[in-house]
């Protein structure tokens, strides 16, 4: 049996380390805010994750939701809501997943529209007034849903552009 020396055990550790680095998976939100008013939030099973700062998942970000508080509910109720998974694909149409919804009880509050950078770029979507056809109204209104396979893919949040 070969005995490596420290110096070869660290080098290795150190090698090891860098590739778990660079395959570590981050998505960035970040969040513009035009309207002159209202709080930018991003929400996950209720938690608070930003109140308009940007937002840095050290992994999948999950079933998260995004609003421009102007009197909404605590889950976005009353407004529009940006609903997105931020995750590197495992398979084939398995990445990332962002919409917008005006399914009750949603409502349209204020323009709204998003955006991937850093991955998909120039894939996104608007919504300026309350018959857009760009959000879902229903449950069955998938073809609304705009997707992303890559990885690392981060999300910019527009409010009245």
Do not use: W
Not at 1 to 15: C, E, Y
């Amino acid at each position: 049996m070969m005995l490596l020396s420290f110096s070869s055990r660290l080098a290795i550790l150190i090698a090891c380390a860098v590739v778990v680095a660079v395959r570590a998976e981050t998505h960035t939100v970040t969040f513009t805010n035009k309207c002159g008013r209202g709080t930018p939030l991003l929400k996950q099973n209720g938690v608070t994750l930003s109140t308009g700062g940007a937002f840095t998942s050290n992994g999948p970000l999950k079933a998260a939701i995004a609003y421009l508080d102007v009197g909404c509910g605590a889950n976005g109720e009353n407004c529009l809501i940006i609903e997105t998974s931020l995750v590197n694909p495992t398979t084939a149409g398995s990445g990332s997943s962002t919409d917008l919804s005006l399914i009750p009880p949603h409502a349209f509050s204020v323009t709204s529209g998003f955006g991937y950078f850093n991955g998909c770029d120039g894939a996104g979507a608007d919504c300026t007034d309350g018959g857009c056809n760009t959000a879902f109204h229903q449950p069955g209104d998938t073809n609304v849903q705009v997707s992303c396979q890559a990885d690392n893919a981060n999300l910019a949040i527009t409010f009245c552009d």
